[in-house]
């Protein structure tokens, strides 16, 4: 069954935490995804780039609107996605529990529902 | 056996008969509706089929053959209508060659992991006790319902939504090993005296004594000091249960031979077995003061200072409202109703929910009128009169107001 690690955390930089605080992150994720590997659970990980970068789409009244910034404009921002296939929710779990941002963010567990395989949807499960 | 007793025996044996199968058949296929669906199909079929033919050997063993059928029906049915493209098609249909294995001679009893599963921390707090309720004691949503004084379709769709949540986000059915028990734990314990607390009005409500069931399997398997607790807990308040029948009588002036000696020697030991874990906890604590209370069977006494004592610990080690409330009547009693009064101003000024908590105002009603202020004291009966949810307790709270 596979289920994606949203991590949510406020966007930090070197600037406002500390080069030596921002390595200290990259290290913690760089062992956490190799425990994930190791353990043969690891589908992909990404750490999305700050919202300041992101565009969002919408179509109002049958019009395009293209806005810089986020979806939603809050304090913490989805800054990256881990998704996992393991048996069950407690496995899962144990896997959230164990990513880095859970330190300075909150860490959410979903199952997903259906995944593209070779292009194809394809259900969890 | 009288023959209500008899009754009670029956229905307690079909309780538990129907857990264990709804246990196994959800543990197998993760699908807890489904399985509570196929047993009570089963239950019926059985309501006709054995009065004709007689009850079957295995009654057990008939009730998972049939429960087993039906739960296979509905996957080939739903196997048949794959209509929507992505909707997720259960992927339970694999687990009937386990389930075919099980023997119904010696069906596993999966209970205790249903437990867990009800009190997981991915199940919102306020669907756990009502899902135990539910799953495990086979209470109807209705029933439910009128005990949490909520809508029976609000309680329907608060249980749908935590089972689909267990099938979907896929909740196992397991005991949690030693590493993570003790974290788990606690919201277990929560649950089952939350299907107490819930249950406890004047009289043995059948929740209220298959709630102590539900602590007596729970202790015996995880052999925990607070699971002990819990169960004697609920032994020893259930053997005074008796004491109140049409009428309210207050603890103080309950007749200690109205109690069940039986019950409370069983919750007595159940403390002992307990303390033997040797790590002290807010249960061992409310039990060890029932127990207080039990004893003056023997005593002829009650020993308040020994409540005390119990008392602050208790409130110390779990300061909720309930237990600071409980503080302020031995305060009384121990250094007099100005005492209990100063705890109860301390506790309006902590729990702003203390003014609509019925139980703060019997107490402080009590106090007012032992510390001789009567015009206050008749207020507050008013107000612990008005929010009391039991007529028996109602009207002895007019009666009693100067």
């Known amino acids: ?125 | 056996m009288t023959r209500s007793g008899a009754w009670a025996a029956a229905e307690h044996a079909a309780r538990a008969s129907r857990a264990r199968l709804v246990a196994l058949l959800a543990s197998n296929s993760g699908d807890l509706a489904l399985a509570e669906d196929a047993v009570g199909a089963a239950f019926e079929q059985a309501l006709v089929v054995w009065p004709e033919r007689g009850v079957p050997a295995n009654p057990d063993g008939w009730l998972l053959t049939v429960a087993r059928n039906r739960q296979r029906d509905v996957w080939k049915s739903a196997a048949h209508r794959t209509a929507a493209p992505l909707e997720q098609v259960p992927d339970n249909v694999g687990s009937v060659a386990t389930l075919d294995e099980v023997d119904p001679d010696a069906i596993p009893d999966r209970r205790l992991a249903l437990l867990f599963v009800c009190a997981h921390p991915a199940i919102a707090e306020s669907a756990r006790t009502p899902l135990m309720l539910q799953a495990v004691l086979g209470f109807d949503a209705a029933q439910v319902a009128s005990v949490f004084a909520v809508s029976s379709s609000a309680m329907a769709g608060r249980l749908v939504r935590a089972k689909r949540r267990i099938r979907d986000a896929r909740i196992p059915f397991v005991v949690p090993d030693r590493t993570v028990m003790p974290e788990r734990l606690p919201a277990v314990l929560e649950a089952v005296y939350g299907c107490f607390t819930i249950a406890r009005g004047p009289g043995v409500t059948p929740m209220a004594s298959e709630s102590l069931y539900l602590a007596t399997v729970l202790a015996e398997s995880v052999d925990e000091p607070e699971a002990w607790g819990l169960a004697s807990l609920i032994a020893l308040s259930l053997s005074r249960a008796g004491a109140t029948g049409a009428d309210f009588v207050p603890l103080d002036e309950q007749d200690p031979a109205s109690w069940d000696a039986e019950l409370a020697e069983r919750g007595e030991r159940m403390l002992r077995r307990a303390s033997a874990g040797g790590r002290i906890g807010r249960f061992q604590l409310e039990a060890a003061m029932q127990a207080v209370h039990a004893a003056r069977r023997h005593t002829g006494v009650t020993d308040w200072p020994a409540l005390d004592t119990l008392s602050r610990a208790l409130v110390h080690t779990a300061p909720t409202l309930g237990s600071r409330v409980a503080r302020a009547a031995i305060a009384d009693r121990v250094d007099g109703p100005e005492a209990g009064l100063d705890v109860l101003d301390a506790v309006a000024r902590d729990h702003p929910a203390a003014t609509s908590y019925q139980p703060f105002h019997a107490v402080r009603a009590d106090l007012l009128a032992r510390a001789g202020r009567t015009a206050d004291a008749r207020a507050a009966f008013d107000r612990a009169a008005e929010l009391a949810t039991d007529d028996a307790v109602r009207a002895w709270l007019r009666n009693r107001s100067p």
Do not use: C
């Open chain 1, 1 to 125: 069954m596979r289920y994606t690690i949203l991590m949510h955390y406020s966007e930090e930089t070197g600037e406002s935490i500390g080069e030596e605080t921002i390595a200290a992150g990259r290290e913690a994720f760089a062992a956490y995804t190799a425990a994930l590997e190791q353990a043969g659970v690891l589908i992909g990980a990404e750490v999305l780039a700050p919202s300041e970068l992101t565009t969002t789409l919408r179509m109002v009244d049958g019009e395009l609107r293209v806005q810089d910034g986020p979806f939603a404009d809050t304090k913490e921002q989805l800054g990256g996605t881990v998704v996992i296939d393991v048996p069950d929710l407690d496995a899962a779990i144990e896997w959230a529990r164990q990513a880095p941002p859970i330190h300075w963010g909150a860490v959410e567990v979903r199952p997903g529902a259906t995944h593209t395989v070779e292009g194809v949807w394809t259900p969890n499960r």
